[in-house]
């Protein structure tokens, strides 16, 4: 059970790591054609950077059905990265971008911190100067910055 619970926040942690990377080197990157739609947003619900969301996605179910008959590492990773993708939609895409009407202004510091930071990495539309790639893990100005603004 300890192992699962590890595997879980690895595969967590990863996501973070990995995304932040592919993030600012990729997206920003040789794909900014697809991501460009998601710092250009212009008309419909979906957005063709809504393409990287299957793609870890794919990569999330993919690791679960390799490791369900063993519940090996790879069953418990595929959790940590789903359960990554889930709080990822509804901080990114809800509580930040409003794709859904559920969730109203950020209440604790921790999601203020978050929305402030990721409000700076739209603050361009430009592939090349823009900043805070992660979402989980904010820099501290983000939290001391309380208040202004
Ligand atoms: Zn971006
Ligand atoms: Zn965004």
Known sequence: MMMA??????????????????????????????HKTHHQHTKGYFELNDLFTLLFGGIAVTLILLGASALDYRFWMGCGISLYGLLYFFLHDVLIHKRLNLLGRPK??????????????????????????????????????????
């Open 5 to 34: 619970v590890l595997w879980l926040l690895i595969g967590f942690v990863l996501m973070e790591t990995f995304s932040w990377w592919i993030h600012k080197y990729v997206m920003h990157g040789v794909l900014w054609k697809i």
């Open 108 to 149: 604790t510091k921790y999601l203020r911190a978050i929305t402030k930071a990721h409000r700076d990495h739209h603050k361009t539309n430009e592939k090349d100067d823009a900043v805070s790639f992660g979402l989980f893990i904010v820099p501290k100005k983000y939290f001391s910055e309380e208040g202004k603004n």
